[in-house]
């Protein structure tokens, strides 16, 4: 069994989103960052394995597995076990090759994993990593079979689809090229996030919460813990400055037919 990491998940919401894009990063960080050869990452992998449904859930994971070896079968997965301990085991032998456990919490969710991911990009941001997770095991029902099964197939697929935006291809004689740091610029203006269905309202989110996206564009979102109170701070001071302004007379004059300031 690979010995488990320490090694510290994506939202949707990117910094200057909630006023919060704190950009200290030089002119020349930026040309170190678009000149760095750009390669295909790890594949993080959320797994929850309720003790009640132990064996539909591994079925779940023979099923992902099985899509990664038959779209890119020496993709490194790190992956965090929440929830049954017997099931450890199992795990670490139907995932393989290229396949270490980071870390095994009793209790957890899939910000534990996004988090992670999210750090690996602080420190590898030329990198493309993707996100999956074993849909369906917290909730099973038909729609979200149907979800997981496409959502990861088009996660996987993605990794290729990218890794080619940052390469050239000759058709004559099929030999694939690094690109220079104008074709990086290029690439880098095509697509930094893909996924089966990407969506814009009411948040910016992928369907099913599976992806592959560059890490120069991850690690500008929010840090996936903060993510959540941030956002609530935000809609909060949204909603009192809403509140002031209904409360200002000249609001209802404007919001009123034929209503007047008394």
Not at 174 to 197: E, F, G, P
Not at 202 to 227: G, K
Request: net charge negative; glycine share 4%; charged share 25%.
């Amino acid at each position: 069994m690979s010995e488990e990491m320490d090694a510290p998940l994506l939202l949707k919401a990117t910094k200057d989103q909630v006023n919060l894009l704190q950009s200290n990063e030089s002119e020349s960080n930026m040309t170190d960052v678009l000149e760095a050869a750009t390669k295909l990452g790890p594949i993080f992998y959320n797994v929850y394995v309720p003790e009640e449904r132990s064996n539909d859930t591994l079925q779940i994971i023979e099923e992902q597995i099985r899509f990664r070896n038959d779209t890119d079968p020496d993709a490194p997965i790190l992956y965090t076990l929440i929830g049954s301990r017997k099931v450890k085991g199992s795990i670490q032998r139907m995932c393989q090759p290229n396949c270490t456990r980071r870390k095994y919490l009793q209790e957890g969710n899939e910000i534990d994993t996004l988090h992670a991911l999210w750090e690996y990009c602080q420190d590898n941001p030329s990198d493309i990593v993707t996100y999956i997770h074993d849909k369906g095991s917290f909730h099973p029902s038909d729609a979200n079979h149907n979800a997981r099964g496409v959502g990861t197939k088009a996660a996987l697929q993605c990794r290729r689809l990218m890794m080619n935006q940052h390469t050239d291809v000759d058709p004559t004689n099929d030999r694939t090229v690094s690109n220079t740091t104008d074709k990086t610029k290029k690439a880098k203006s095509t697509c930094s996030i893909c996924s089966y269905r990407f969506y814009a309202f009411p948040i910016y989110h992928a369907r099913a919460n599976m992806w592959t996206a560059e890490c120069s564009y991850i690690r500008d979102l929010l840090p996936p813990r903060q993510y959540e109170s941030t956002v609530l701070d935000m809609y909060r001071e949204t909603s009192e400055t809403s509140q002031d302004i209904r409360n200002h007379k000249f609001f209802y004059l404007l919001a009123t037919p034929g209503g007047t300031i008394v």
